[in-house]
């Protein structure tokens, strides 16, 4: 009862921190110079200049009825967290704003330096478990109409928004910087859930993989799993073998690689995050146990 209660007051003090630091992105450099990021925001910032109304509470206003029509088409699955969310963010906008300097006119500044602050807080959001609404409930709904990929309606919406703010503001350089901040922004998300890829996972086939799984166990001091493979042409059984190596342990492991076995066939790709034995411990946060959908409560 009482683990259940501090993984709640932790979810909401990080998206408390992540909606924060969302809002002094659009504040201090997206909103300023007309770049979008976007979602729900975009559009915002667009009727900001049109119509004059503010930020942070037409984005509620948006949002309420998305939250009503996804409640009747998806279930009660956007809760506590993903309400919250979508408020204190509403909230941190349209009350900052006066208390914010300007920071720079300068719109590449402004779309990169924004984009990374909307990044790194939208990831902090998602972390923990949240959302802030917008194109994220809208793709949800749309997905139940059309049976569309979410990832492909979120970039539709995201595209059409940009080619909105081209349009309203008649400045396609806006529109071009906007792309920018998308793009930066997905990739911190991207950083901030999944981390810095700290390690590398190889494939090895070799013909001597009795000896390469001894070598990698006593002088590599790294175990090994045995996957079964069969070769295409040959129609032979082969054996496949996984092991995941911090980054200072690479240049070992090819070497001891290339002394057994210098024809062996070896596969290396990048890995972000690793749990178990000889790496971090797997903690009830990072094991992702959430609701039925991601980033959705």
Not at 73 to 96: E, N, V
Not at 165 to 183: D, H, N
Not at 185 to 190: G, H, V
Not at 195 to 223: C, H, P, Q, W
Request: charged share 15%; glycine share 12%.
């Amino acid at each position: 009862m009482m683990k259940g209660f501090w993984r709640i007051a932790i979810d909401i003090v990080g998206i408390t921190a992540g909606a924060f630091i969302t809002a002094l992105g659009l504040d201090l450099f997206l909103i300023p110079a007309k770049i979008t990021a976007g979602g729900l925001s975009g559009l915002s910032t667009v009727l900001h200049y049109i119509v004059g109304v503010p930020v942070g509470l037409t984005m509620l206003a948006l949002n309420i009825p998305l939250f009503l029509i996804a409640i009747y088409r998806l279930g009660a699955r956007f809760g506590f967290r993903s309400l919250y969310g979508t408020l204190i963010l509403s909230l941190f906008i349209d009350l900052m704003v006066p208390f914010l300097p300007v920071v720079t006119t300068d719109p590449l500044l402004s779309c990169l330096y924004g984009g990374v602050l909307v990044g790194l807080g939208l990831g902090l959001v998602f972390k923990s478990r949240g959302t802030t609404g917008g194109t994220d409930l809208a793709a949800a709904i749309l997905r139940t109409y059309t049976g569309a990929n979410v990832g492909q309606l979120l970039f539709l919406m995201d595209g059409a928004v940009v080619l909105l703010t081209g349009l309203a503001f008649r400045s396609w350089e806006l529109a071009l910087y906007s792309m920018i901040t998308i793009f930066v922004s997905a990739w911190l998300i991207d950083l901030v859930q999944e981390g810095i890829s700290y390690a590398k996972a190889f494939f090895i086939i070799s013909n001597k993989s009795v000896e390469m799984t001894e070598a990698l166990l006593y002088d590599l001091e790294r175990g090994t799993t045995i996957l079964r493979g069969k070769g295409g042409y040959s129609g032979e059984d082969k054996d496949v073998l996984l092991v995941v190596v911090n980054r200072a342990e690479v240049t070992k492991l090819k070497d001891l690689i290339h002394n057994i076995d210098k024809y062996a066939f070896v596969i290396q790709t990048k890995v972000h995050e690793v749990f178990g034995e000889g790496f971090k411990p797997l903690s009830l946060q990072e094991s992702g146990i959430r609701s039925k959908k991601k980033n959705t409560l």
